[in-house]
């Protein structure tokens, strides 16, 4: 499968941001979609992931009120709505997809290629 994560850029402090990735070449619909983000000099942590139907979500305590994750199976794709958005929120953001509703990076099996979000105070 390959993710193709877009939406990235630079926002001001309590600024809004939509991160999209787009799917293709795998079912989709049947795995569990997640965002993970990587600052620099620091290790991936989880941002939130949805079960395959949409009816589960997981948010890390970081984000939890701020972001929103969603996805639209028809269009093979999965969002992740972010909004007051504050500097310790600015990373590289992956897409993951994978077979199990899980927090851990380990269970997502197949990774998109980051988009960079910014954040100045």
């Known amino acids: 499968v390959q993710l193709q994560a877009s939406g990235g850029g630079l926002v001001q402090t309590g600024g809004s941001l939509t991160l999209s990735c787009a799917a293709s070449g795998r079912t989709f619909s049947y795995n569990v979609m997640g965002w993970f983000r990587q600052a620099k000099g620091k290790e991936r942590e989880f941002v939130a992931a949805i079960s395959w139907r949409g009816s589960n979500t997981l948010y890390a305590d970081s984000v939890k009120g701020r972001f929103t994750i969603s996805r639209d199976n028809a269009k093979s794709a999965v969002y992740l709505q972010m909004s007051s958005l504050k500097p310790e929120d600015t990373a590289v953001y992956y897409c993951?997809?994978?077979?199990?509703?899980?927090?851990?990076?380990?269970?997502?099996?197949?990774w998109g290629q980051g988009t960079q979000v910014t954040v100045s105070s």
């Open positions: 993951a997809l994978g077979p199990r509703f899980s927090n851990e990076g380990s269970d997502f099996d197949s």
